[in-house]
């Protein structure tokens, strides 16, 4: 997953990357409203974690822009704004959801998981496909009822293909959700990643379209 953190704070703003970045999500980070909006006009994300009090604007023009021009991509408000009024003026702008600082990551978490539960249209969380189960809630991967041992990076590329069954992701978009801004990115390491899922998932659990991307083999009918 790739998301977009705008976080005036420093320290605030460390941590957040810092934490997201180790659960295996890509985290690009801007400090104030005006790159805010340039940022999400120019670029796809997958979530957008929001500060209202922001310098060069305000988070609550940004996130009404957003609306305004039709992009649905879910925004989770983070701010020290705890009053009511607050509250229902950041939903009611069309965030997803609203948490208050100080907040647990654990917290936070849960809530990024909902957001992108609700936004996908699954009740359930847990993803399935092929005798293959993965729970975003507890980062583990089944394999005929197995645990399956995985990094951060290949539970994210496990985690996107799992997320849309049957559709061609290529390497650049994979990619795309794996990274942020300023990392490295190796040129064989979706192929790496995508091997090692096969070692651990089965050697047809991935299937390869040549010169187009990976997608889910189809399940076969029992």
């Known amino acids: ?19 997201l970045r180790m659960e295996g999500h890509a ?27 922001l310098p060069r604007g305000s988070g609550m023009d940004v996130l009404k822009a957003l609306r305004a021009r039709g992009d649905a991509t879910p925004v989770i408000v983070l ?4 009053g009511p009024g607050d509250r229902v003026a950041g ?8 948490l208050v600082k100080p907040f ?10 909902a957001v992108l539960r609700r936004q996908a249209g699954r009740a359930m969380p847990l993803l399935t496909h092929g005798g293959v189960s993965l729970d975003p809630a507890t980062r583990q991967v ?24 049957g559709a061609v992701l290529s390497r650049a978009m994979i990619e795309d959700r794996l990274y942020g801004w300023g990392e490295e990115i190796e040129s064989n390491a979706v192929s790496v990643y995508v091997h090692q899922l096969r070692r651990k998932l089965g050697s047809d659990f991935i299937r ?15």
Do not use: H, K
């Open 208 to 222: 390869n379209m040549r010169g187009v991307g990976y997608f889910l083999a189809a399940e076969t009918a029992a």
């Open 27 to 53: 985290v690009d980070w801007v400090r104030d409203a005006e790159a805010a909006a340039s940022t999400l006009a120019s670029e796809r994300f997958d979530l957008v974690l929001l500060d209202l009090g």
């Open 104 to 113: 647990e990551l654990d917290e936070l978490g849960a809530r990024i998981r």
């Open 142 to 165: 089944m394999r005929d009822g197995q645990p399956v041992l995985l990094s951060a990076r290949e539970y994210a590329v496990l985690e996107l293909l799992m997320q849309r069954p």
């Open 1 to 19: 997953m790739r998301f977009l953190l705008v976080e005036d704070d420093r320290m605030i703003g460390d941590s957040l990357r810092a934490a």
């Open 79 to 82: 701010t020290a704004r705890d």
């Open 91 to 98: 939903l009611d702008a069309g965030a997803d959801d609203y």
